[in-house]
């Protein structure tokens, strides 16, 4: 359904699991994984006569990505019980904080093609995680983990300022690149350390008013999220159009089906029945204590950005791909300083590496091999060493295994064949059996002479000196015109 005549509203309420040793609420190990309920205390249980006490590292950690958000910060603040009955809720309730969250009215500007946009932030709060259930869909069932139990989250809520999939893409990257800088999270979204509840409504254009919202639960990945939006749109519009109306509900994402599912009515904050949670006292925070943790932000991507343009000379575009993720830029400067070449491993971080993570769908974190390597894949392709046909080959192999490039040419008999007579030899072989393609050059057509390289580094696997090839080629045809 087309929707010309119709405009998208979007908020998001994305969850961050914190990066802390511990639970929000006791000792346990917040560590990801573990065997089935080995992370679990009497408190994360909610066994009776257990009671909380607060990670003072969850504060911290939540008031850094308020600063690093530009939100303000409350000196006051409280944590309240959120009244609903989940199977992997063990008390039936979460606690989270209502009224008075730690961080509020905060922003965070995404660049978009109309220009830079402030979206805006209602509030970041903290709260616990609830277990998980494992579905036994082969013998019936379901089975209760409270490993997850108790972990610390933060969640960013904002305003619904986001008017397209696009918009809402480049902010949730946006969000997760800010995380990653002030190291508060992993962001491993494939481990549910970030994950979205995406709220989506329609409006007719030049309406004021916004329209009835759904909302899709704990989704986990850019690509699903962004199909999710884009479906619920479509679906939201056909239902308009057919008159229709759009109820407020809970949905769940079918990734495989490529749909969405009614789960449950969407509720209300009065739904919820939150107080004050009489077991955890008062959360009061000092000027000096905000202050302290304000100085100790690291260097964040808009300024590394900026840095990068002007320190090293890196076009726009290039220096916003690469400090978009903590890893890329600390990879990046660690590079540059082994080959003193930071456009070329620009490119290389750009073009190849973001490649194969792609095709690998691993995160930038996970690059394998030490960032010295990369910037000496650089300087073996500037002494001549291997071509950068080889380099891409070496660089495939240092994901599989990470170990010094220099090494890895070596075992594998890379080096570039630089010496004239080798070279010679394989040019007229490739000249005498191409005789049309060297009939094509001598007539104008300059293709002829990259089919006739091509040909050469295929006869060398690719260890024929371009350069040399390129030269010796034009030459020899040349002087027989």
Not at 11 to 19: F, I, M, P, R
Not at 20 to 46: L, R, Y
Not at 288 to 300: A, F, G, Q
Request: proline share 4%; with cysteine; glycine share 6%.
């Amino acid at each position: 359904m087309k929707n010309e005549n119709y405009e998208v509203v979007i908020g998001l309420e994305v969850h961050a699991e914190l990066s802390t040793k511990s639970k929000i609420f006791c000792s346990c190990s917040a560590e990801f994984g573990g065997e089935p309920n080995t992370h679990c205390c009497p408190v994360c249980m909610a066994m009776p006569g257990a009671l909380p006490v607060l990670n003072e590292k969850v504060v911290e950690y939540a008031v850094k990505a308020g600063l690093a958000t530009n939100c303000k910060i409350a000196k006051n603040s409280k944590n309240d019980r959120k009244n609903y009955f989940y199977p992997d809720l063990p008390k039936s309730y979460q606690i989270s904080q209502f009224d008075l969250p730690l961080c509020y009215e905060g922003y965070v500007e995404i660049d978009t093609a109309n220009g830079v946009k402030k979206i805006r932030l209602t509030r970041i709060h903290i709260e616990e995680d609830a277990g998980k259930l494992n579905h036994d869909t082969y013998r019936g069932g379901s089975l209760v983990d409270l490993n997850r139990a108790g972990v610390p989250l933060i969640e960013i809520v904002s305003e619904p300022d986001i008017s397209s999939v696009e918009e809402a893409e480049i902010y949730l990257r946006k969000l997760k690149s800010i995380l990653e800088y002030i190291e508060v999270s992993d962001c491993k979204m494939q481990e549910g350390s970030l994950r979205a509840d995406v709220n989506v409504s329609i409006r007719k254009k030049g309406d004021t008013k916004l329209g009835t919202r759904t909302e899709m639960k704990n989704m986990n990945s850019f690509k699903s999220i962004v199909r999710g939006i884009e479906y619920e749109i479509s679906r939201q519009i056909e239902v308009v159009e057919n008159g229709g109306k759009i109820e407020q509900e809970t949905l769940r994402w079918d990734d495989v089906a490529g749909k969405t599912s009614s789960m449950r009515d969407k509720e209300d904050a009065q739904d919820y029945r939150y107080f004050p949670d009489p077991d955890l006292v008062a959360i009061k925070l000092s000027d000096e204590y905000i202050e302290n943790i304000r100085e100790s932000l690291p260097e964040m991507p808009e300024s590394r950005k900026k840095r990068y343009i002007e320190e090293y000379k890196l076009p726009e575009f290039d220096a916003k791909i690469i400090t978009s993720s903590k890893h890329l830029a600390n990879m990046f400067e660690k590079a540059v300083v082994v080959c003193k070449n930071p456009k070329a491993v620009s490119n290389w971080l750009i073009s190849d590496v973001s490649r194969i993570l792609n095709e690998k769908e691993l995160e930038a974190s996970e690059i394998p091999f030490e960032a010295e390597y990369l910037g000496k894949l650089v300087v073996l392709i500037e002494k001549g060493t291997i071509s950068s046909a080889i380099a891409k080959k070496v660089l495939e192999e240092m994901f599989e295994n990470p170990k010094d490039p220099a090494m890895i040419v070596e075992e594998k008999g890379l080096v570039q064949i630089s010496d004239e007579g080798a070279i010679k030899e394989v040019v007229l072989k490739i000249l005498a059996n191409n005789p049309q393609s060297v009939a094509d050059f001598k007539a104008g057509k300059d293709k002829a002479l990259g089919f006739l390289v091509g040909q050469a580094m295929k006869e060398t696997k690719g260890k024929a000196n371009p350069q040399m090839l390129n030269k010796m080629f034009y030459d020899s045809i040349c002087t027989n015109i």
